[in-house]
Nanobody, 120 residues
Framework: QVQLVESGGGLVQAGGSLRLSCAAS????????MAWYRQAPGKQRELVAH???????NYADSVKGRFTISRDNAKNTVYLQMSSQKPEDTAVYFC??????????????WGQGTLVTVSS
């Protein structure tokens, strides 16, 4: 099977920076789109950014110019560099990937989530 493991969450002051990482492991033939979602308390999960295998990225309007998504295909890892953080960025951040795995089908996998807290 496939596992996604996030790291890098924590507490940061407003205006600060954090870098999240998400490494995929298991039976992986290739990975298509990788993405970061977040879910704030009492709110629905929302897409933060996604990146294709070729490196094309898209961002939610709320994070454009402040967050940067990148990936290392050789390491099956996606990153989220968060800068100029705001208290409203506080949420659990989840990694998501579309993985070509056993059975030669693309399946969607999720990480367990990592908490990011931005203090004012």
């Amino acid at each position: 099977q496939v596992q996604l493991v996030e790291s890098g969450g924590g507490l940061v002051q407003a205006g600060g920076s954090l870098r999240l990482s998400c490494a995929a492991s298991g039976v992986i033939f290739s990975i298509n789109t990788m993405a970061w979602y977040r879910q704030a308390p009492g709110k629905q999960r929302e897409l933060v950014a996604h990146i294709t295998s070729g490196g094309s990225a898209n961002y939610a309007d709320s994070v454009k110019g402040r967050f940067t998504i990148s990936r290392d295909n050789a390491k099956n890892t996606v990153y989220l560099q968060m800068s100029s953080q705001k208290p409203e960025d506080t949420a659990v951040y989840f990694c998501n990937a579309q993985v070509l795995t056993r059975g030669l089908k693309y399946l969607e996998f999720w990480g367990q989530g990592t908490l990011v807290t931005v203090s004012s």
